[in-house]
T-cell receptor, first 110, second 115 residues
Framework: GNSVTQMEGPVTLSEEAFLTINCTYT??????LFWYVQYPGEGLQLLLK?????DKGSNKGFEATYRKETTSFHLEKGSVQVSDSAVYFC?????????FGAGTRLTVKP | DSGVTQTPKHLITATGQRVTLRCSPR?????VYWYQQSLDQGLQFLIQ???????AKGNILERFSAQQFPDLHSELNLSSLELGDSALYFC??????????????FGNGTRLTVT
C-alpha cells in the first residue's frame, strides 16, 4: 500500500539555522507529493507540492525535490525564523488515496 | 483563511452521546474530506464525498457517518461516543474528485472532548 514516513520530532533549532525534515514514501505508482504545515490552533495549509520526478516545489523559502530513485521528498530551508515554528506533514496522493506522515514539530528559538 | 468553515470550534459531550460536525467547503470545491487528528494516531482519513456522492472511505468507524448535501456542505455524525473519540476533526475540500493534482484546503477543525 501507499505510505509516508517522516523523521520524528520534535526538532528544535536556533533562528537562521538550516532545516531538513526527511520524508520517504512507498507507493505502487508515481504519486504526487506534498508538504503541509499546521500552525498552532489552525488546520493544515499546503506549503509546496511536486507532481513528478525531479520536480522541485518551493514556497516561503522552503524547498523539496521529488526524488524517484530514493523515494524521498525532504523539506529544506536555508535559514529558519521563529515564525516557522509549526508541525510539518509530508503527504502523498495516488489514485485518490491520500496519505499523511505523522508530522514533525519544529520549534525555532530566537 | 482557507475558505473552509467548520462548526462548532469546540464540543464537549458525554460518553454515549451523539454529535454532528458541520463543514462548508471552499467556494467552487466539489470534494469534502473528513480527517481525525489525535496525538497517538496522527492524521487519519475518514471519508471523502464528491458532489454529493461518497468517493472514498478510510478508517471510519461504523458509529460514524457522513453526508454531503446538495449545497455541498457536509456533516459528520458521531454516535455512541467513547472517550477515545476525543480528537480534532478536520474537514478539507478540493476542486476535483481526485486529490492527485488538487491540493486539499483544510478548515481549522472541531475539537471534540468526550468526558
Amino acid at each position: 500500500g501507499n505510505s509516508v514516513t517522516q523523521m520524528e520530532g520534535p526538532v528544535t533549532l536556533s533562528e537562521e539555522a538550516f532545516l531538513t525534515i526527511n520524508c520517504t514514501y512507498t507507493a505502487t505508482g508515481y504519486p504526487s507529493l506534498f508538504w503541509y504545515v499546521q500552525y498552532p490552533g489552525e488546520g493544515l495549509q499546503l506549503l509546496l507540492k511536486a507532481t513528478k520526478a525531479d520536480d522541485k516545489g518551493s514556497n516561503k523559502g522552503f524547498e523539496a525535490t521529488y526524488r524517484k530513485e530514493t523515494t524521498s521528498f525532504h523539506l529544506e530551508k536555508g535559514s529558519v525564523q521563529v515564525s516557522d515554528s509549526a508541525v510539518y506533514f509530508c503527504a502523498l496522493t495516488y489514485n485518490n488515496d491520500m496519505r499523511f506522515g505523522a508530522g514533525t514539530r519544529l520549534t525555532v528559538k530566537p | 483563511d482557507s475558505g473552509v468553515t467548520q462548526t462548532p470550534k469546540h464540543l464537549i459531550t458525554a460518553t454515549g452521546q451523539r454529535v454532528t460536525l458541520r463543514c462548508s467547503p471552499r467556494s467552487g470545491d466539489l470534494s469534502v474530506y473528513w480527517y481525525q487528528q489525535s496525538l497517538d494516531q496522527g492524521l487519519q482519513f475518514l471519508i471523502q464525498y464528491y458532489n454529493g456522492e461518497e468517493r472514498a472511505k478510510g478508517n471510519i468507524l461504523e458509529r460514524f457517518s457522513a453526508q454531503q448535501f446538495p449545497d455541498l456542505h457536509s456533516e459528520l455524525n458521531l454516535s455512541s461516543l467513547e472517550l477515545g473519540d476525543s480528537a480534532l476533526y478536520f474537514c478539507a475540500s478540493s476542486e476535483q474528485g481526485s486529490s492527485y493534482n488538487s491540493p486539499l484546503h483544510f478548515g481549522n477543525g472541531t475539537r471534540l472532548t468526550v468526558t
